[in-house]
């Protein structure tokens, strides 16, 4: 077995937490400018490094370029959407319409990545217990592919108000594959320094502090180290 030095430099370990703070989803600032290839290829391979349950690699990546496919999928969240925006009511409606939650055809490459859930066949070492395992396996990949893109100045917004049944028909998923997540990939004209959401006022981050418990839920833990966050 081969190994690696087990402590990365200061400028790497910078570099990393840069990628993971400055990460953003994105969905009003993309730039029209193709991905080339190999830029593609480093974020398809750094998805397909992540971890994975029985190392079982249930993921999947289909790279939409297709109007017409992305016009479908479009169409598909406008009606979803108009669903979502009614479970809301009054002014957070009026709020909740006015904010925008894809880049579907502003992006110039969309990506779904699925999840192969017989892939390895009935018995995946780890996946017996708790069988979505191999879900969140999945949903690793695309936060190392979301890192990886923010790295490499490029912008991913994830889309989730679509209907599944109707996503995997439209994409000719077979039965047994799940379109995890829906992607909108693209160099942008910038990265905003905090989530849209909390740039517009629907929901702030939670202070870290309040989430940290102490051995058990709801009990404090004794960190002075948590009051410096
Ligand atoms: C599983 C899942 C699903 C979605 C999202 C994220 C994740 C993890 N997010 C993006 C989400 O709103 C965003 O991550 C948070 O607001 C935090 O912002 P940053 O990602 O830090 O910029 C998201 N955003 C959006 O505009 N439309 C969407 O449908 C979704 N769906």
Redesign the pocket.
Known sequence: MTTSNHRFSDAERRGLYRAIHE?????SQFLPDRIPSDVLARLLEAAHHAPSVGFMQPWDFIVIESRSVRETVLAM?EQENQKAAERFDGERQAHYRS????GIMESPLNLCITCDRSRGGPHVLGRNSMVDTDLFST?LA?QNL?LAARAEGIGV??????DQEKLSVALNLPEHVYPL??LCLGYVSEF?T?????AKG??SRLPLSELVHGDKWGQPLAAPWLDAL
């Open positions: 990460r953003r989803d994105v969905r969240f904010l925008k939650l894809q949903c695309v979301w917004g994830w889309v989730s108000i679509l997540a829906y905003l905090q989530p849209e959401l909390e629907w929901r």
